[in-house]
Nanobody
Framework: QVQLMQSGGGLVQPGGSLTLSCVAP????????MGWYRQAPGKEREMVAV???????LYGDSVKGRFTISRDNVKSTVYLQMTSLNPEDTAIYYC????????????WGQGTQVTVSS
């Protein structure tokens, strides 16, 4: 069973930066698409950033140019670097993995709160 362990959430001032981490020991990035999603109160879950198994990166329109998704194959860790944060970025952020080959298992991290406020 895969465990996605998130860290890095917290409180940050508008305009500030924060980096989230998602660790999954033993994960094979070559057959796994990783992603970050977020959900704010009263809103639907939205895609923030995706790092596909073939290396393509995709960002939600609201974070494009401000957020960067990256991965460290040795550490089996995916990062979300967030800059120029604004209050609209406040949400619970979830790490997600989905295998692109059978077995098509998918997993969610436990979520971490990101609050942008002065």
């Amino acid at each position: 069973q895969v465990q996605l362990m998130q860290s890095g959430g917290g409180l940050v001032q508008p305009g500030g930066s924060l980096t989230l981490s998602c660790v999954a020991p033993g994960i094979d990035f070559s057959v796994t698409t990783m992603g970050w999603y977020r959900q704010a109160p009263g809103k639907e879950r939205e895609m923030v950033a995706v790092f596909s198994s073939n290396g393509d990166r995709l960002y939600g329109d609201s974070v494009k140019g401000r957020f960067t998704i990256s991965r460290d194959n040795v550490k089996s860790t995916v990062y979300l670097q967030m800059t120029s944060l604004n209050p609209e970025d406040t949400a619970i952020y979830y790490c997600h993995s989905r295998r692109t080959l059978t077995p098509y298992a998918q997993y969610w991290g436990q979520g971490t709160q990101v609050t942008v406020s002065s």
